[in-house]
């Protein structure tokens, strides 16, 4: 399986349909491959918080409609990473938008975990309620966004439903860029699942991404690791290698689904 995760550059200084046009053409070069992975909300900037309102756009919106039809001329899976997704009964959602490789959007995920403590984030979107996963030909994809790589819990989670490739959009602040790293390696080593991250490039609202989007596989072996800046990291693997290290290093028969209450002293 050949997977390109497209390091995007996102800053303010640059329209949202310039760069919509940008990525679709970056999408539309990934010729053989069989995955394709934009960050998160890149159409608007995930700090550009000012942005969002004019930026949200429904599910069949101007990046939907692009990111479909790039799709299709490759004919490949594509995660389109998230955008402002506004719901005409409620909030907006940081909305993750999958396509098939017919151009069909199979599969939406609404970010779980909200970032921004009391700001941003956590106080201007609806939280997303469900678990996605979806059946993409060769392995099962699990769906998270950015600051859900905090939340082993949620993997599990994905786990559980079937999850072997965990695709993970982001716009990781540099400031926290060790964290970023480790965290995609230790919820690969946890699931014994290949864990592929894309990160945004470049300064928006004021935070300067940290890039560095990574590719690990179920040993926690890193596959492949992006600079700073914009790139396109292309990575081959082996999804059957999900079900090998789990039958290997059968961890996952150990786990104590009733946990003991914490004894009181
Ligand atoms: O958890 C972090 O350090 C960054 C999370 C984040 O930037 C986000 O979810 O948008």
């Known amino acids: 399986m050949r997977a390109s995760l497209i390091q995007l550059a996102v800053s303010d200084a640059e329209p949202a349909a310039e760069r919509r046009a940008r990525a679709a053409a970056m999408v539309r070069a990934q010729d053989g491959a069989d995955l394709v992975v934009l960050p998160e ?32 001329a490759v004919g490949c899976w594509l995660h389109a990473g998230s ?8 909030p907006i959602y940081n909305t993750s938008l999958l396509f098939a490789p ?22 201007a979107m609806g939280a997303g309620q469900e678990i996605v996963t979806a059946d993409a030909g060769p392995a ?13 819990e949620l993997f599990r989670a994905l786990l559980d439903a079937g ?18 790293n480790l965290l995609a390696r230790a919820r690969a080593v946890e ?10 490039a470049g300064t928006h609202g ?11 596989d179920p040993w926690g072996r890193v596959l492949a690791e992006a600079g700073p800046d914009e790139q396109v990291l292309t990575v081959e693997f082996d999804p059957a290698e999900v079900a090998a290290c789990r039958a290997d290093f059968p961890v996952h028969r150990d786990r104590l689904l009733g946990i003991p209450a914490p004894v009181q002293r």
């Open 41 to 72: 909300l890149w159409p608007v900037g995930g700090f550009a918080y000012d942005a969002w309102p004019t930026g949200a756009e429904p599910l069949d919106g101007p990046t939907a409609e692009a990111m479909s039809a790039a799709a299709k």
């Open 83 to 90: 955008i402002v997704e506004r719901d005409p009964d409620g």
């Open 102 to 123: 017919d151009g069909e959007l199979v599969r939406t995920y609404r970010k779980i975990h909200r970032f921004g403590f009391d700001s941003g984030e956590a106080v």
């Open 140 to 152: 099962v994809l699990g769906l998270a966004t950015c600051y859900d790589l905090r939340f082993p």
């Open 163 to 180: 999850a072997e490739l965990l695709v993970v959009p982001a716009a990781w602040p540099a400031r926290r860029a060790e964290h970023w």
């Open 191 to 200: 699931e014994q699942a290949f864990v592929l991250a894309c990160n945004t």
């Open 206 to 216: 004021g935070v300067e991404q940290a890039g560095r989007s990574i590719v690990v």
